[in-house]
């Protein structure tokens, strides 16, 4: 049990570290570049890490179901259900908003960088900060539910 709790707290926090990172210092670093090198990053990074993701987000989900099952005559049960709701929904929330955007971005024409497509992208930004919050939420509920 002790083993799945380690790699549960360890991977969804290397998660929130990476979604973090994107917030906190690769979009703001990729405003400040010219529009088609903005372009092209953009259109690195979301194929990049759409492809790797999904796979992460799914992972996280299976460890902290399987957590919370394992925990479920403690104390912290409450908590630890709260903490794989609130992961479903983000997950949900990602596919219906997050995910298509991604996949425009995916997409992009370095040398065509329109206005309505910089506005999606920051669009993506703004929910993006939201979904790191509640993510950020979800780890608060399993240290809660957990630690002694």
Not at 100 to 120: V, W
Request: include cysteine; proline fraction near 3%.
């Amino acid at each position: 049990m002790l083993i799945i709790l380690t790699l549960t707290i360890l991977s969804i926090g290397l998660l929130i570290g990476t979604e973090l990172a994107v917030s906190i210092f690769i979009n703001p670093v990729l405003n400040r570049l010219d529009e088609r090198t903005r372009a092209q990053a953009i259109q690195m990074f979301a194929t990049r890490l759409g492809k790797a993701m999904p796979l992460w987000y799914a992972a996280n989900f299976v460890l902290l179901l399987t957590v919370t099952y394992l925990h479920r005559h403690h104390r912290g049960i409450a908590l630890l259900i709260a903490a794989s709701a609130i992961w479903a929904v983000v997950i949900l929330l990602t596919i219906l908003f997050l995910v298509p955007i991604n996949n425009r971005m995916m997409r992009l024409d370095p040398d065509s960088f329109t206005e309505a497509q910089q506005h999606e992208h920051h669009r993506w930004t703004t929910l993006h900060h939201l979904r790191v919050l509640t993510l950020c939420a979800a780890m608060v509920c399993l240290l809660l539910a957990v630690l002694p």
